[in-house]
């Protein structure tokens, strides 16, 4: 493909109300999926998919008080066995705390979410909130802090000087981790090992863009998408590298 190596396409339109949308569809149309439990390296300085940390390493940096209770009240409901380090996290005082800096943050055992469920747990290595609403046959977008549930996916919005707001939702890239991201051996986005799935991300992650636009923008979303040609709209720059590379690497 002539261009860029890592070109992507995107789509922007107005809503109703006149507010502006502008989507990664190259993202959104790809095969890429979270392979957690399935080779993922994580997020170390160096490969390390025998912990089975995911991208929990750093644990979970809250948007804001509500984003804040909002966790807190499903960690009301666990039931006991469902979370490995409840009993740590009464020790600390909660699992949830405010760090040096200011930033409202979970609290880290051992290099990782005090969240996160380790490898031999009666019910698997894995978030424990994810668990305990897959469980129920609950949404884990309700259970789990907004930036967990939230990546691989990236909003932003923007309002110009004239009152004017563009929403922008991309794929989540390894700069917006900040300084620490570029230290990771690996991210997701990066590697045609994540882009693998049998379903678009737009179709995979429903439930994740229609909490973020609304029903409405998602709806001219898929409409939009589904009116191109197959074939018609760029492809990952991780799916050109997967399909020219002998071994799909």
């Known amino acids: 493909m002539p261009g860029p190596a890592d070109a992507h396409e995107w ?16 993202f959104l149309t790809s095969n890429h999926g979270c392979i957690y439990g399935r080779g993922c390296p994580g997020v170390f ?8 940390h995911g991208c929990c390493t750093y644990g979970a940096h809250f948007i ?23 009993d740590r996290a009464a020790e600390m005082g909660g699992p ?32 424990a909130l994810h668990q305990a609403a ?29 009152g004017h707001t563009t929403h922008l939702v991309r794929e989540w890239k390894r700069r917006d981790w900040g300084e620490g991201g570029a230290e990771f051996a690996w991210w997701c986005t990066d590697d045609p090992l994540a882009f693998g799935e049998d379903r678009p991300v737009f179709v995979s992650l429903r439930d994740e863009l229609v909490e973020m636009v609304g029903e409405r923008v998602y ?10 040609p197959d074939g018609a709209i760029v492809p990952h720059p991780q799916v050109r590298r997967r399909r020219a590379s002998p071994d799909g690497r």
């Open 11 to 26: 789509v922007t339109f107005d809503d109703d109300d006149g507010a502006s949308w502008q989507f990664d569809v190259t």
């Open 45 to 52: 300085t160096e490969l390390a998919p025998e912990y089975e």
């Open 64 to 86: 804001d008080e509500d984003d804040r209770s909002s966790v807190e009240a499903q960690v009301a409901r666990f039931e006991p066995g469902e979370w490995e380090l409840a």
């Open 96 to 127: 949830i705390h405010v760090d040096d800096e200011g930033a409202i943050v979970t609290q880290m055992i051992d290099d990782a979410c005090i969240f996160l469920n380790r490898p031999g747990h009666p019910t698997g290595a894995g978030c």
């Open 134 to 162: 897959m469980a129920r046959g609950e949404r884990p977008i309700d259970w789990k802090p907004d930036v967990c549930w939230q990546v691989p996916l990236r909003y932003d919005d923007h309002t110009d000087d004239n």
């Open 219 to 228: 709806e001219l979303l898929v409409d939009y998408i589904r009116s191109r």
